[in-house]
């Protein structure tokens, strides 16, 4: 059987300014309840109300996981390529540094 | 047993977004008749009366905006066209009203029936044709993610159908308990993506299980190595976001997502388990949607059996009880193994979310008594297996 080019999406794309959908919301508040039993300490200082974009949310989405989950934060190291694994990136025109290219094994 | 059981060692759930069998794979139909899926013939009354058809235009982004109502009330709607007699009939015919009700748009109200075209989706369209496509899979309750999502961990949602907070209730325990608790222990996992997209399972299982978690890095390294446990539910990336390695598309295909993110996301997953020889000829996966997200789909849902749990008027939001004894709106859910005959179509069955754990238990447990009714009487799926030697073609995907 012929390989399948799967298409990559367009630059456009990405969107963490994208207002927060319901679901997002639902998973903010949802965090919110577990959140609320931590000792004050250890709260992530962000107002949930306050929180409209998907780049927002990501924000706190994070920091309420990597208290209930840190193991999460570890980065796994192996070859992605030899794993046919591309994340679907969008370039932007930003200052961002140039990533390496990953090489096959 | 038969060579691909035998065979398997690992099951795998990938859980998608908010989209309908017939907008993702109803285009299936014209290639394969036996595919329930469109003539280009359905359609919906608008709010002016006009037939609105179903149309091959489904875009990949910034059509289905703002995100269709798939609330319980809405979705009501959309499947019962506002009849609240009883008993009464589901018609499907409420789609474009239930659309028009969030902005009162004619136009923009006739997207919810767009459906995409195979060329767009090769990945899902591909792995339909080639493995087992279930004509028959239903989101578990006519609602949202949550109370939907809530089925392939417990087989319940504890009477929930909305996206509140709930908690579990004895003696139902979660598939992963169950596996981890069993003698000899079996192994289990949640992947997902990353710390900022998270899981949609957090009051019960992230706060006071989280050693059930693991990241999707985690995941393809466990598929390189052959470390995956015994059953694996992975989740997608549900937000867009910056991480170490640049800008990281949502892949969960939610609207107003990228569909084509999730093609990627779903290539991924299926390359990474077939680039393991061993891995690939010992390991099942589904590929499945939580709930149609308010989109079109031509089949009315069938009734099925209670779990046991009611909600009431208040929290249904329609004036009306649910005993939970019908199934929401249908999505697409894919089989992939090389144990399955190529081109495999089920029909004449019904699987809901709630046969996720009843195969999973059934295969790993064997007989387990505390779980609901549902479950117990949820279709299992891997009699699918059934090829007498093992398939050595199957698709292959380029993803850079």
């Given at each position: 059987?012929?390989v399948?080019r799967?298409p990559?999406?367009?630059?456009?794309?990405?969107?963490?300014?994208?207002p927060?959908s319901?679901?997002?919301?639902?998973?903010i508040l949802h965090?919110?309840?577990?959140?609320?039993?931590?000792?004050?300490?250890q709260?992530?200082g962000?107002y949930?109300?306050r929180i409209?974009t998907?780049?927002e949310?990501?924000?706190?989405i994070?920091?309420v996981t990597?208290?209930?989950h840190?193991?999460?934060?570890?980065?796994?190291?192996?070859d992605?390529?030899?794993a046919g694994?591309?994340?679907?990136?969008?370039?932007?025109?930003s200052?961002r540094?140039r990533?390496?290219?990953r090489?096959k094994? | 047993?038969?060579p691909g059981?035998?065979?398997l060692k690992?099951?795998v759930?990938?859980m998608?977004e908010?989209?309908?069998?017939?907008?993702?794979?109803?285009?299936?139909k014209?290639?394969?008749?036996q595919i329930d899926?469109l003539?280009g013939?359905?359609s919906?009354l608008d709010?002016?009366?006009?037939?609105?058809?179903?149309q091959p235009?489904?875009?990949?982004?910034s059509?289905?905006?703002?995100?269709?109502?798939h609330?319980?009330p809405?979705v009501?709607?959309q499947i019962?066209?506002?009849?609240?007699s009883?008993p009464r009939?589901?018609n499907?015919?409420?789609f474009?009203k239930?659309?028009?009700?969030q902005?009162?748009?004619?136009?923009?109200s006739?997207?919810?029936?767009?459906?995409?075209t195979?060329?767009?989706?090769?990945?899902?369209?591909t792995?339909?044709?080639?493995?087992a496509?279930f004509n028959?899979w239903?989101?578990?309750?006519?609602?949202?993610?949550i109370c939907?999502?809530?089925?392939p961990?417990?087989?319940?949602s504890f009477g929930?159908?909305s996206m509140?907070?709930?908690?579990?209730?004895?003696p139902?325990k979660?598939i992963y308990e169950?596996?981890?608790?069993?003698?000899?222990?079996?192994?289990a996992k949640i992947?997902y993506y990353?710390?900022?997209?998270?899981?949609?399972?957090?009051v019960?299982?992230?706060?006071?299980q989280?050693?059930?978690?693991?990241?999707?890095?985690q995941?393809?390294?466990?598929?390189?190595?052959g470390?995956l446990?015994d059953?694996?539910?992975?989740?997608?990336?549900?937000n867009d976001?910056?991480?170490d390695?640049g800008?990281l598309?949502a892949?969960d295909?939610?609207p107003?997502?990228?569909v084509?993110?999730?093609e990627?996301f779903?290539?991924?997953i299926?390359?990474?388990?077939?680039?393991?020889?061993?891995?690939w000829a010992s390991?099942?996966?589904l590929i499945?949607?939580?709930?149609?997200?308010?989109i079109?789909?031509?089949v009315?849902?069938?009734?099925c059996t209670?779990?046991g749990?009611?909600?009431?008027p208040?929290d249904t939001?329609?004036?009306?009880?649910f005993a939970?004894?019908r199934?929401?709106?249908?999505?697409?859910?894919?089989l992939?193994s090389?144990?399955?005959?190529?081109?495999?179509?089920?029909s004449?069955?019904?699987?809901e979310?709630?046969?996720i754990?009843?195969?999973?238990?059934?295969?790993?447990?064997?007989d387990?008594?505390p779980?609901?009714p549902?479950?117990?009487?949820?279709?299992?799926f891997?009699?699918?297996?059934?090829?007498?030697t093992?398939?050595t073609?199957?698709?292959?995907?380029q993803?850079?």
């Amino acid at each position: 059987m012929a390989v399948i080019r799967v298409p990559q999406p367009p630059k456009g794309a990405f969107n963490k300014n994208r207002p927060v959908s319901a679901l997002l919301k639902n998973q903010i508040l949802h965090l919110h309840e577990v959140e609320k039993r931590f000792p004050p300490a250890q709260h992530s200082g962000i107002y949930i109300n306050r929180i409209k974009t998907e780049g927002e949310a990501a924000d706190y989405i994070q920091k309420v996981t990597a208290r209930l989950h840190p193991e999460g934060a570890k980065r796994v190291r192996f070859d992605i390529a030899a794993a046919g694994e591309t994340r679907a990136k969008s370039r932007t025109k930003s200052k961002r540094k140039r990533q390496p290219k990953r090489k096959k094994l | 047993m038969p060579p691909g059981l035998d065979s398997l060692k690992h099951i795998v759930v990938l859980m998608m977004e908010n989209r309908s069998f017939d907008h993702m794979l109803g285009a299936l139909k014209a290639q394969n008749p036996q595919i329930d899926g469109l003539t280009g013939n359905e359609s919906n009354l608008d709010t002016t009366g006009a037939t609105v058809k179903v149309q091959p235009l489904a875009e990949f982004q910034s059509q289905l905006d703002p995100d269709p109502d798939h609330h319980f009330p809405a979705v009501d709607l959309q499947i019962f066209n506002g009849d609240t007699s009883n008993p009464r009939v589901a018609n499907m015919q409420g789609f474009v009203k239930s659309y028009f009700n969030q902005q009162h748009d004619v136009g923009h109200s006739a997207k919810i029936m767009y459906y995409f075209t195979p060329d767009k989706l090769p990945v899902l369209t591909t792995l339909a044709t080639e493995f087992a496509v279930f004509n028959g899979w239903f989101a578990s309750i006519p609602g949202p993610t949550i109370c939907n999502r809530a089925f392939p961990h417990y087989g319940t949602s504890f009477g929930q159908v909305s996206m509140d907070v709930f908690y579990v209730k004895e003696p139902y325990k979660s598939i992963y308990e169950r596996l981890i608790a069993a003698n000899p222990a079996r192994t289990a996992k949640i992947y997902y993506y990353d710390q900022a997209s998270s899981t949609m399972e957090i009051v019960n299982l992230l706060q006071n299980q989280p050693q059930l978690f693991a990241t999707y890095d985690q995941f393809l390294a466990d598929c390189k190595a052959g470390t995956l446990p015994d059953y694996s539910f992975v989740e997608p990336n549900y937000n867009d976001h910056d991480g170490d390695d640049g800008e990281l598309l949502a892949s969960d295909q939610h609207p107003d997502h990228n569909v084509q993110a999730g093609e990627l996301f779903i290539a991924t997953i299926y390359n990474a388990i077939k680039e393991n020889p061993a891995l690939w000829a010992s390991t099942a996966l589904l590929i499945v949607y939580d709930e149609h997200g308010g989109i079109y789909d031509h089949v009315p849902p069938p009734a099925c059996t209670p779990d046991g749990f009611v909600a009431q008027p208040n929290d249904t939001g329609t004036g009306m009880p649910f005993a939970f004894d019908r199934l929401g709106v249908r999505v697409p859910a894919i089989l992939v193994s090389p144990w399955i005959p190529k081109g495999t179509v089920v029909s004449g069955r019904t699987f809901e979310h709630a046969s996720i754990p009843a195969t999973v238990t059934k295969f790993f447990l064997g007989d387990y008594d505390p779980r609901s009714p549902r479950e117990k009487a949820a279709d299992t799926f891997l009699d699918l297996l059934s090829l007498p030697t093992m398939r050595t073609d199957g698709p292959e995907f380029q993803t850079s």
